[in-house]
């Protein structure tokens, strides 16, 4: 077993007023020569958006890009004709392809907006640009995975994805132990805690701490109290 830890207090930080972001990977002003990527995953920032704030239209071109509200909403547009509101509980994803220019605001004028912003790279370049978008609010995920990105396109229940690649949520009652059996031999898991605690692979981690580990078949987790965890599970090589 190969072990990374970023701590949530580790992470870069930046703060435009309008925008506030912890970056898990090197990505913009921030940069850690040691925390580039974890495999096929390229970033993870954990965004914060002022009322009626947001990125304005820019390019993206061979990255799939997923977004995950976890409080207020998103308002998404680009120029391939979509303009949506992706809601707390969604799970939104562009695969940039040959190219591809989108904007992202908040919806609210009253409330901040907090989202995930996760780049992952592409399996196949140059492929045709695409954008998805489902709901996962009502979905039971008590101490049981909820896949939410996947790389097969026969699964409707998840977006899919340009990569090896799988997403999956889940909210784990105190005490509760939750295990995991990655797809592949050469791909890892990247376990980024969105509330409460965990334990896993002899390491606890605490609200927006991350664990990659690869070199693994399957993993347990166990909540030292009520947590959410996001688990990536990715390529790493």
Known sequence: MQKIIHRSADRGQVDFGWLKSRHSFS??????????????????NDDQVAPGQGFGRHP?????IVSIPLAGTLAHGDNMGNGKDILTGDVQIMSA?????HSEYNGSKTED????QIWVLPKDLNIEPRYDQKSYRHLDKNNKWVTVV?????????VWINQDAWFNLADLSTGANLS?????????????????TVSIAGE??????????????????????????????????
Do not use: C, W
């Open 204 to 237: 606890q981690l605490e609200r927006r701490d991350a664990i990659g580990l690869y070199e693994i078949d399957t993993i347990d987790i166990e909540a030292s109290r009520d947590a959410k965890v996001l688990l990536i599970e990715v390529p790493m090589y």
């Open 150 to 158: 996947s790389p097969d396109q026969e699964d409707q229940s998840a």
């Open 60 to 64: 993206h071109d061979n990255m799939e």
């Open 27 to 44: 990505f913009g002003q921030y940069y850690d020569a040691q925390k580039i990527n974890f495999g096929a995953l390229r970033v993870l």
């Open 97 to 101: 392809g040959t190219g591809i220019a």
């Open 180 to 196: 995991y059996s990655l797809h592949g031999d050469a791909n890892g898991i990247y376990l980024f805690v969105l509330e409460g």
């Open 113 to 116: 907006v907090h989202f995930l």
